[in-house]
């Protein structure tokens, strides 16, 4: 059975620093993706990720995925306060996706 | 272009109660899903659709749920007779293609609480 971990599953951190997100999952996908989730709200996506050495960026964000390690990172640059929000990574088995558990992140002044 | 299509986003149902749920995806995507989010989760896959076929129910409690997609556009998720257990958000994605790059446009969501 697939099993996507995300750490840390909470992160409180100041405006301006730097951080990274982790996933890890347990079978072989080529596909791995990030979404946003403001309270309240439906997931925005982020990234689609699609094969080893993959690297997107957008704005103060970027995600990598490493197929052999099984792993993702999104690293966060000099974070602001618009960036707190839940972020979940999901990876691609078959038709579908499985998600991590999400990490809340709270970008404090 | 519209984006996914869901209703209603509020419900509050008694237990043993029936609940039907509608989504309307993106014009012409293939392929539907239905995910439930339970409070401080991440989505859990409940069924997937291409076009008008079930392709993975696996995870669908079928005992007291169940879906239908009519002639390959809008969906309806039903859960009959509801638990406690069942208070989530509902949320409906759709996809162009199943297997892919392509990336999945979730709807608003159905948030339903079961008392």
């Known amino acids: 059975e697939l099993k996507v971990e995300q750490n840390p599953l909470f992160l409180s951190m100041q405006e301006g620093k730097n951080y990274t997100i982790y996933c890890n999952y347990s079978t072989t996908s080529d596909r791995l993706y990030w979404y946003r989730q403001d309270p309240g709200k439906s997931l925005e996506s982020l990234f689609v990720l699609l094969s080893n050495g993959a690297v997107k960026q957008e704005g103060r964000l970027m995600a990598s995925l490493d197929t052999k390690a099984r792993l993702s990172t999104l690293h966060i640059t000099a974070a602001v306060h618009d960036l707190s929000a839940t972020y979940f990574c999901?990876?691609?088995?078959?038709?579908?996706?499985?998600f991590g558990a999400g990490t809340r992140l709270t970008v404090k002044p | 272009e519209a984006g996914v299509a869901q209703s209603p986003r509020y419900k509050i149902i008694e237990k043993r109660q029936s609940v039907a749920f509608w989504c309307n995806p993106i014009s012409g995507h293939a392929t539907l899903y239905w995910y439930q989010q339970i409070l401080g989760q991440g989505p859990k896959l409940l069924i997937q659709?291409?076009?008008?076929?079930?392709?993975?129910d696996s995870q669908l409690p079928k005992d007291r749920f169940s879906a239908e997609r009519l002639k390959g556009v809008d969906s309806t998720l039903k859960i009959q007779p509801a638990k406690l257990e069942d208070s989530a958000v509902y949320l409906c994605a759709s996809s162009l293609q199943s297997i892919g790059g392509y990336g999945y446009t979730f709807g608003s969501g159905t948030r339903l609480t079961v008392v």
């Open positions: 999901a990876v691609g088995l078959s038709g579908d996706m499985r």
């Open positions: 659709f291409q076009n008008n076929g079930v392709v993975d």
